[in-house]
Nanobody, 115 residues
């Protein structure tokens, strides 16, 4: 079974930083492109960042230069380092992988940016 478990969400002040983690089953994180998405209340789920095999990255314009996606192959973990957080970053953050013709999602972790 493919499993993805996000963690690290919480409350952070505007301008602050937060790092999210996604524990992935097996060696999936080292073999497939991994992604982060987020969904704010009442809004559609939106793409945040992607990490391709070969460590090529791609970011949405809204988070570029402030968010960094990385992976730790030895620990089968995907990360999202977030800095200079704005209130609009408040959302449930999900990690994801596409494999075997299916899109797999974690349960999500809540990030709230507020003073």
């Amino acid at each position: 079974q493919v499993q993805l478990v996000e963690s690290g969400g919480g409350l952070v002040q505007p301008g602050g930083s937060l790092s999210l983690s996604c524990a992935v089953s097996g060696s999936i994180v080292s073999r497939y492109a991994m992604e982060w998405y987020r969904q704010a209340p009442g809004k559609q789920r939106e793409f945040v960042a992607r990490l391709y095999s070969g460590d090529i990255t791609y970011y949405s314009d809204s988070v570029k230069s402030r968010f960094t996606i990385t992976r730790d192959n030895a620990n089968n973990t995907l990360y999202l380092q977030m800095t200079s957080l704005k209130s609009e970053a408040t959302a449930v953050y999900y990690c994801s992988v596409f494999m075997s013709a299916h899109q797999f999602w974690g349960q999500g972790t809540q990030v709230t940016v507020s003073s």
